[in-house]
């Protein structure tokens, strides 16, 4: 799909007692920047470190300490821009975000408001072979995380953790793009994929390394496209922003809800306040945590101690020049160098990873059989095995390509192969060696197969008749002919020679 030749998926339609509704979806994705320092001080970012032992003087708001920098953020911010085929502002600056709480120990954010490191970009999201959505991304900007507060130690008092506090994220704004449950959390997931081709993000969702502020709103059909065409919000609905979601499942089952709750209260002839909300998994619903905050209830202003940010277009181009092959260019690769299926691909690609391991097992075979044996036989072994990644695979890709040059050869036959897997994945070991050590070769003598065939057919005079009456029943002497030579005959070879003596 890298041409871009696509169909848009339908809106999600939510049927009213007044009639049709549509969902309307814009989201902000904070994604943590992979780096080992943080945004403006060279404290460690490491996830799991003991409580407050990762805070600088900087991160912890002492009085005279003046922030730096990190080029490194930098130039994840640029990389991850790049990746979404969005604009790359050579000048940028950062603004105070003037907020108090406890896990906000500068009394401000710095974060980028007026003036964002990356402008506009795009992110085609797949819904299925030939259907896929184009959302666009209005702007990427860098800011500082906060801290963690921790409210369930203790009955009376809550700790605050600042280790997070100054990690760099990368906040990621769509515009209202997005139509649906699926459709969000599908574009989540693409957000995540090509961050992690680039290694920007790792994407951990647990580590709370990627969350999503969602903006959901409801409007009636056509007034989408009114929208599309003026560019004017007022033919959209009021949005409600649920903030913080970790999870595909949860943020698809808040969308659905928050749309429902919208609908109820414009049908029985309330209007939506537009305010921040929570989404309460256990009770599947969202409530109101806030009024939705204006820019100006917030005083931003320019941060005096830092410069703007001025970066070279010869630096850009550096990093542009050295980014990977990236999610939709390998797909559509794979589809065309190895013929593979839409689904299989898509499969494949999903990590940088699993696509480089096919590639090295297919250079020394046929990609579809390559692909089979990768999404069939090794991915669903792992799967057993307690889920495991491909990072603990006991079987390289040199050992798989092996077994399916053997299998290409005619040196074993499918069965074997299954077998030989399974020796290989749980003993290890060369699979050429093993199946000359192991006398599993594949019996491809004509004449010792015809013997075994004589001598089967010979010993079953009525299952002769039977097969001779009914041809489909020849499958039971190949079977047959199969068990008494171990399953080592070319079953091809079975076939026809089965085929040939019944007359069939």
Not at 115 to 122: D, N
Not at 409 to 433: C, H, M, N, R, W
């Amino acid at each position: 799909m890298l041409d871009l030749t696509y169909e848009s998926p339908k809106a999600k339609t939510i049927s009213g007692a007044t009639g049709d509704w549509e969902l309307v979806i814009g989201m902000e994705v904070h994604a943590q920047v992979a780096t080992a320092a943080k945004l403006f001080s060279g404290a460690s970012t490491t996830f799991g470190a003991e409580p407050n032992s990762n805070v600088s003087f900087i991160d912890a708001g002492m009085p005279g300490m003046l922030p730096v920098i990190n080029e490194g953020c930098v130039a994840q911010a640029v990389r991850t821009g790049l990746g979404l085929k969005a604009a790359i502002n050579l000048t940028s600056a950062f603004d105070r975000k003037n907020y108090f709480y406890p896990d906000l120990p500068q009394g401000y954010q710095i974060s980028q408001l007026y003036h964002p490191i990356v402008g506009e970009g795009e992110v085609l999201v797949e819904m299925g072979d030939g259907l896929a959505r184009l959302v666009r991304i209005e702007r990427i900007h860098l800011e500082q995380d906060a801290g963690k507060l921790i409210h369930d130690m203790d009955p009376n008092l809550s700790f605050v953790d600042y280790n997070r506090t100054g990690v760099a994220l990368m906040e990621i704004v769509s515009r209202p793009d997005i139509r649906g449950p699926e459709e969000a959390a599908a574009y989540v997931l693409k957000l995540r994929q090509i961050m992690r081709y680039l290694g920007t993000c790792d994407g951990n969702m647990q580590n709370g390394n990627l969350r999503a502020d969602v903006n959901v709103s409801v409007c009636r059909p056509g007034d989408y496209e009114r929208y599309m065409e003026s560019q004017d919000f007022s033919h959209l609905g009021t949005r409600c922003e649920i903030k913080n979601m970790n999870s595909m499942r949860f943020i698809q089952a808040a969308i659905d809800y928050e749309a429902r709750r919208q609908i109820a209260l414009l049908e029985d002839g309330k209007t939506v306040v537009q305010e921040t909300r929570l989404y309460d998994a256990d009770k599947n619903e969202t409530r109101s945590m806030r009024s939705k905050e204006e820019a100006h209830d917030y005083r931003y202003f320019p941060d005096p101690d830092l410069l703007p940010l001025e970066i070279e277009q010869a630096w850009v181009d550096e990093i542009e020049a050295s980014l990977p092959e990236l999610p939709d260019a390998k797909k559509a690769r794979l589809m065309g160098d190895y013929g593979l299926s839409d689904y299989d691909a898509s499969v494949l690609t999903a990590e940088a990873e699993s696509a480089a391991y096919f590639e090295e097992v297919a250079a020394a075979s046929d990609g579809k059989l390559a692909a089979n044996w990768v999404l069939n036989e090794l991915f669903g072994r792992l799967k057993r095995d307690g889920d495991k990644g491909l990072s603990e695979s006991p079987v390289s890709p040199a050992q798989l390509g092996g077994i399916i040059s053997l299998i290409q050869k005619g040196d074993i036959s499918g069965k074997i192969a299954k077998d030989l897997f399974e020796i290989v994945y749980t003993e290890g070991g060369d699979p050429s060696q093993i199946v000359e050590a192991r006398g599993m070769r594949q019996v491809t003598d004509t004449g010792a197969i015809e013997a075994a065939v004589d001598e089967v057919i010979a010993a079953n005079p009525d299952q002769v008749e039977k097969a001779k009456a009914n041809p489909k029943l020849a499958g039971w002497f190949v079977g047959q002919v199969m068990k008494a030579t171990g399953g080592k005959a070319n079953p091809k070879a079975v076939n026809e020679l089965v085929a040939a003596k019944l007359g069939l």
